[in-house]
């Protein structure tokens, strides 16, 4: 069992920034690839960016590239999302989410890839 609490979000003017933090315990953290989903109001949770157990790869969705950019510290059972420039349409709940197995490049926005979700973290963008 893994357990994800994520944390770092709130309200951000357009154009600014936030990092999210996803804390994990339980199993071995660094065995898990890690992803974000966000799901904003009266839509469909939707891939955001997945990073692999070593952190060696990562991928993006495509309105997420150049702006997100997710990482990971195994020593600290934590990944994060970092979001620049942030838009508007960008106001969703983000979850984490970890897959306890490699997870194939065309299968990474796929929600039963994951095992495991956090409860999410509250983002707003106002404009």
């Known amino acids: 069992q893994v357990h994800l609490v994520e944390s770092g979000g709130g309200l951000v003017q357009a154009g600014g920034s936030l990092r999210l933090s996803c804390a994990a315990s339980?199993?071995?953290?660094?065995?898990?690839?890690m992803g974000w989903f966000r799901q904003a109001p009266g839509m469909e949770r939707e891939f955001v960016t997945v990073?692999?157990?070593?952190?060696?790869?990562?991928y993006y969705a495509d309105s997420m590239k150049g702006r997100f950019t997710i990482s990971r510290d195994n020593a600290k059972n934590t990944v994060y999302l970092q979001m620049n420039s942030l838009k508007p349409e960008d106001t969703a709940v983000y979850y984490c989410?970890?897959?306890?197995?490699?997870?194939?490049?065309?299968?990474?926005?796929?929600?039963?890839?994951?095992?495991?979700w956090g409860q999410g973290t509250q983002v707003t963008v106002s404009s």
């Open positions: 989410a970890a897959a306890g197995r490699a997870v194939p490049s065309w299968r990474v926005a796929t929600e039963t890839e994951y095992n495991y």
């Open positions: 339980g199993r071995t953290f660094s065995n898990y690839a």
């Open positions: 990073i692999t157990w070593s952190g060696g790869r990562t």
